[in-house]
Structure formats: structure tokens, C-alpha cells
């Protein structure tokens, strides 16, 4: 345990929370995508994240991304007969994509992320300042 | 111990513990969003007494000769002193991290850590004076 397990442990966080960021992004880009590859309706994705011990010791809790889970609700139905996707009864299934808890998820991995470079920048900051111990 | 390592002894134990503190604080902030996370702190005072009483655990070298020195080093873990925060807000995940209260905290190991430097540095710098007249 020591100051540069800081910056492994800030890095953990930093890749966890684009991964977080990057769902994200998925969902809202495909918020309004009927047909998925495989032919069903996309699926809204979310990240789950767990402890990772990071250093030597395993003393120093970083953080990883476990899985990843697709929210299994039922898809949102529109009624849209013109659609090429559209059922016998004119309703297409949409994504089951909440863009209100997108943007409450982008917003709440930005401001994580912005405190683990913090973080790292004042673990950066003390350790040069070590390397001139003495002079 | 000699007179030069004890001189230096107090505020080198106290840099590392600042250093171990603020990794604590770290993991505290890069857990921030993990389900059931239990954010925890360094009882400082505690860890600095226990590391100078020696009473936490000290790794020793292996001796395989009867020559060979015992190069006992200080344990770099007050681990002893390790404490668990509660949350002021509890939230729904089980999680205990107030980030608000990291962030001071956070401030504050890394002050105890430039203090403990500028102590360390200015006792070098006496030694230095003392040598060199």
C-alpha cells in the first residue's frame, strides 16, 4: 500500500466509469432503434460495478465492471400501422430506453469521473513533489 | 536506531501514513458508485502511535547466515486503525460513500502529506547545515 497504488486505483475508476458512460451512450443512440441485428427490439444496457482489490497487498478497493445486464421490462408499444416493423395490430415495440435515467446516469458517471482524475492529478502533484526530497 | 534515523524516523512514518490515508480516501471515491461498498478511513492519531510503539505488524528480512543483519523494517500498515465511515445520507445500493466528505478528506490527507514533507525536508535541511557548517 502505498501513493502510486492511488493512481491504479483512480485508472480502475476512470475506465469503469467510461464503460458506464459508453452504455450510456448506447442507449440513448439507440432510444428510437425498432429492429436490433438479431431481429429483436434493442434492449436498454446497463453496467454493474464491484470491488477489484488493486496493489500488492490487495489492500486498496479499485473498482471494475462485473457485467453488463440488459433491462428485460417490456418494450415500449407505438402505435404506427405504416411502419415497416409494425404487428398485425399496427403497434411497433420500441426500446425500453427511460432517456430521463440516461441523462441521470451520463451526468452521475461525468461528475465520478471528473473526481478520480482529480484524484490522480493530486497523487501526481505529491509524488513529484517527493522526488525532491532533500534538495 | 541511530540518533539520524531516529531524528528522521517521526515524520517519515507520517508521510507514509498520509500517503496510505489518502490511498483509503482514493478507494473510497473510485467506489463511489459500487453497490454495497463500505467506505473506510485511517484513524491517523491511532496509526501513527501504534506504528511507533511498534505494536502493528513489522516484515522482517530473511536471515539464512548468522552474519547477515536483521533489517527490521516499520510495518507501512496501521491497518489496526483502519475505521468505517457511516453515511450522513444513506442511500438505496447500500453504499457508504458521502462524496462531499471524501473530497474533505481527501483535502486534508493530502495537506497531512505536504506538511509531513515540508517537516521531513526541513530536518534534512538542518542536518545538511550541521554537516557542511
Do not use: C, W
Not at chain 1, 58 to 78: F, H, I, N, T, Y
Not at chain 2, 65 to 83: K, M
Amino acid at each position: 500500500m502505498s501513493l502510486s497504488d492511488v493512481f491504479n486505483v483512480a485508472a480502475s475508476a476512470l475506465s469503469a466509469q467510461s464503460q458506464r458512460l459508453n452504455a450510456t451512450a448506447s442507449n440513448m443512440a439507440n432510444a428510437e432503434s425498432a429492429g436490433g441485428p438479431n431481429g429483436e427490439v434493442y434492449k436498454a444496457r446497463q453496467v454493474v460495478f464491484e470491488v477489484m482489490p488493486v496493489g500488492q497487498d490487495g489492500q486498496s478497493a479499485g473498482v471494475r465492471v462485473s457485467r453488463v445486464v440488459e433491462d428485460d421490462s417490456a418494450p415500449r408499444r407505438v402505435y404506427d400501422p405504416q411502419h415497416p416493423l409494425a404487428d398485425s395490430d399496427g403497434y411497433v415495440n420500441m426500446p425500453n430506453v427511460n432517456p430521463i435515467d440516461e441523462m441521470v446516469n451520463m451526468i452521475s458517471a461525468s461528475r465520478s469521473y471528473q473526481n478520480n482524475v482529480e484524484v490522480m492529478n493530486t497523487a501526481k502533484t505529491l509524488m513529484s513533489k517527493l522526488l525532491t526530497l532533500g534538495n | 536506531m541511530n540518533t539520524l534515523d531516529a531524528t528522521l524516523n517521526f515524520q517519515e512514518q507520517a508521510l507514509k501514513l498520509s500517503g496510505q490515508r489518502q490511498e483509503m480516501v482514493a478507494s473510497n471515491i473510485a467506489n463511489a458508485d459500487t453497490p454495497n461498498y463500505q467506505s473506510v478511513d485511517l484513524n491517523f492519531a491511532e496509526a501513527l502511535k501504534n506504528v511507533q510503539a511498534g505494536t502493528s505488524a513489522t516484515v522482517a528480512l530473511q536471515t539464512t547466515a548468522p552474519n547477515h543483519l536483521p533489517a527490521l523494517t516499520a510495518s507501512l500498515s496501521g491497518t489496526d486503525a483502519v475505521v468505517y465511515n457511516t453515511a450522513p445520507q444513506p442511500s438505496l445500493d447500500g453504499n457508504t460513500v458521502d462524496m462531499d466528505t471524501q473530497r474533505a478528506q481527501f483535502a486534508e490527507a493530502t495537506m497531512h502529506y505536504q506538511a509531513a514533507f515540508t517537516f521531513l525536508n526541513g530536518q534534512i535541511k538542518t542536518i545538511m547545515s550541521a554537516l557542511q557548517g
